[in-house]
């Protein structure tokens, strides 16, 4: 159980153009996502919180205007990267908890972008 | 001064091999600890999780917290080379915050 998917799995767009990830609570209702980055050899950097029909939670210094997310269902949340240039490739991963859950998120597989 | 602070090695130990992998954190009020593994361009896993301080045993894997020195350590016993992954420790900033470490490369070999 418990069970987080992402897709795409890896997307390759160009630089001015944007990019939609998708995450799936495939087997639970997730009242809340998370997503981060991840850098090259660097730690899981949390970008945002979603709860599922409000506005996302954005940590200090992510870009609310550039990272658009959207959790319209207790099942599927969305992060969209406006305007990609290459310095944001990185590996997107989402994360999910269920409800009453603080410590214990799960994670999908990531979503590697390469901006060229 | 980072919140969680963790030698991302690589670490390279033979197959049985007694694993030690650890993390410092800077902020005492930090109450739940979690060690996730992490192969090679996947999601993380959780492992383990402990509340507070003390010893966590879960099979091979052994979690452990000092809160008096702000030291967590995961131990793995008879390592395997299935084992070989980057380890992350992490621990609960705020409500469903999580803040990670950079994560320790473990490389088994058989």
């Known amino acids: 159980g418990a069970v987080v998917s992402q897709h795409p799995s890896w997307v390759i767009c160009k630089s001015g153009t944007s990019v939609k990830i998708e995450c799936r609570s495939l087997?639970?209702?997730?009242?809340?996502m998370f997503w981060y980055r991840q850098f090259p050899k660097q730690s899981l950097m949390l970008m945002a919180t979603s709860n599922e029909g409000s506005k996302a939670t954005y940590e200090q210094g992510v870009e609310k205007d550039k990272f658009l997310i959207n959790h319209a269902s207790l099942t599927l949340s969305t992060l969209t990267v406006t305007s990609a240039h290459p310095e944001d490739s990185s590996f997107y991963i989402c994360?999910?908890?269920?409800?009453?859950?603080?410590?214990?998120?799960?994670f999908g597989p990531g979503t590697r972008l390469t901006v060229t | 001064q980072k919140e969680v602070e963790q030698d991302p090695g690589p670490l390279s130990v033979p197959e049985g091999a007694i694993v030690s992998l650890n993390c410092t954190y800077s902020?005492?009020?930090?109450?739940?600890f979690m060690w996730y593994r992490q192969y090679s361009r996947k999601g993380p896993e959780l492992l383990m999780y402990?509340?507070?301080?003390g010893n966590k045993e879960d099979g091979r894997f052994t979690a452990q917290v000092d809160k008096s020195s702000k030291y967590i350590s995961l131990f793995i016993r008879d390592s395997q080379p299935s084992d070989s992954a980057t380890y992350l420790c992490?621990?609960?900033?705020?409500?469903?915050?999580?803040?990670f470490g950079t994560g320790t490369r473990l490389l088994v070999s058989p």
């Open positions: 902020n005492s009020a930090f109450q739940y």
């Open positions: 992490a621990t609960e900033e705020g409500f469903q915050k999580l803040v």
């Open positions: 994360s999910a908890s269920l409800a009453g859950e603080t410590y214990e998120q799960y």
């Open positions: 402990t509340y507070s301080s």
């Open positions: 087997d639970f209702q997730a009242t809340t």
